[in-house]
């Protein structure tokens, strides 16, 4: 009969991974300023962006865009929520979606 304690302690360790990335891309609260659907940027007055090791809060940024279709679906003014990774680009917003 074969061993499952490897596999068991697989799974452990890929659900750990899972719930440590998925805490890194932790949506951040903002409010957009100013859009450029020209540059495909967005200015945001952010929150704490943890997986990108800023801390402060009321930062204002400007941001790429992964996808310039995001910029459609907001306005000056409107609350987001947002998800940004550092990409050889600069720092991107990877997911948006209006705030609550």
């Known amino acids: ?6 596999a068991a302690v697989f799974a452990v360790v890929l659900a750990t991974i899972s719930t440590a990335a998925f805490a890194q ?3 951040v609260n903002g409010e957009v300023k100013k859009i450029d659907e020209t540059a495909g940027k967005i200015t945001l007055k952010h929150g704490p962006i943890k997986n990108l090791d800023m801390d402060e809060d009321g930062m204002t940024m400007v941001f790429r865009v992964q996808d310039p279709g995001m910029l459609k679906q907001v306005k000056v003014g409107d609350k987001v929520q947002f998800e940004a990774e550092r990409a050889t680009a600069g720092i991107t917003i ?7």
């Open 94 to 100: 990877t997911k948006m979606q209006k705030g609550k």
């Open 1 to 6: 009969m074969k061993n499952k304690l490897p």
């Open 25 to 27: 891309n932790a949506m």
